[in-house]
């Protein structure tokens, strides 16, 4: 199934465990408490929706044991985490919004946008930064 077709069937909370459990895996082993500490929600919704993640083949789980991502699951959540961070940066570097709100309206849209608009803003962001960096460096030229 492509990344396209999964996504379409991936809900937003589903989408946000997946990013939470690729962020906390920088930092070692992952466990449902690490989970429930990093989304503030209770054990029982975190085991629910792991066991739901497992059974799609989004994450690897023995009973009582570490949380992982499967090949499936780190693509959809590598998506996920790139829409959000374009967003972000799109919403405090180009629109001006100030970097909390950004982040917390780049949370919130991640899930809406389709891959055309994510591959877009990237390339305007791109665009824009390499047109920073020739101004910049003309502006340096100046002096």
Do not use: W
Request: some cysteine; charged content about 30%; glycine content about 6%.
């Amino acid at each position: 199934m492509s990344l396209h077709s999964q996504m379409k069937k991936i809900t937003p909370s589903k989408e946000n465990y997946l990013k939470v459990i690729l962020e906390l895996s920088n930092y070692g082993d992952i466990r449902s408490i690490d989970i429930v500490n990093a989304l503030g929600v209770s054990k029982a919704s975190v085991s629910c929706m792991l066991n739901v993640l497992k059974s799609e083949g989004y994450v690897v789980k023995e009973k009582y044991g570490t949380v992982g991502l499967t090949e499936n699951g780190r693509n959809v959540a590598n998506h996920v985490k790139r829409k959000y961070e374009l967003l972000k940066r799109f919403l405090n570097d180009i629109v001006g919004v100030e970097a909390v709100t950004a982040a917390e309206d780049a949370c919130r849209m991640e899930h809406l946008i389709s891959f055309e608009t994510t591959d877009k803003i990237a390339q305007q962001l791109e665009k824009l930064t390499k047109r920073t960096n020739d101004e910049i460096i003309v502006c340096g030229d100046d002096v």
